[in-house]
């Protein structure tokens, strides 16, 4: 004697690999502001199957993780970039570059670098005789450029 049962399951998905899909920003970067000295975080949430490979541009050129600049990886598909000790040479465009194999995805951000004005070298003493003309020169420094009143 033998018995034969068949179960059917209404309404279950089946299980295996996640379909393929290109990368895509859920959540893109967003320009920011930051003070010289501080440190710099930009975000955003990308998604994509296989999981993206993610590359950061600055101002079109290859950034690598390293000492001042970190790549971040956390959870719920969130990436970002972290740069220590920003200067006014770090204000500029950056781009997350998402890739896998079925395709690409990028997202663009400005960051603005806000220095206090500084002199660089003050003006010197002049003495001069009556009538003649004085040239004082400073040099000064800031972000935005400031304004300059003597």
């Known amino acids: 004697m033998s018995i034969t049962l068949n179960v059917s399951l209404n309404g279950s998905k089946k299980r295996g690999k996640p379909k393929p899909s290109a990368p895509k920003f859920l959540e893109k970067l967003q320009d920011t502001e930051i003070i010289a ?54 204000e500029g465009f950056y781009e997350c570059v998402a890739s896998n194999k079925s395709g690409k995805a990028t997202s663009k951000c400005e960051i603005l670098v806000n220095a206090p004005g500084n002199i660089v070298s003050a003006p010197e003493s002049a003495t001069v005789k009556p009538g003649a003309t004085a040239v004082f020169k400073c040099k000064y420094d800031g972000n935005p450029r400031p304004d300059v009143h003597w």
């Open 37 to 90: 000295g501080k440190t710099a975080k930009i975000e955003c949430v990308v998604t994509g199957e296989p999981e993206p490979d993610i590359d950061w541009t600055f101002e079109g050129n290859a950034l690598k993780d390293g000492k001042r600049i970190k790549y971040l990886f956390e959870k719920d598909d969130v990436v970002g970039l972290e740069i220590q000790n920003v200067t006014a040479d770090d």
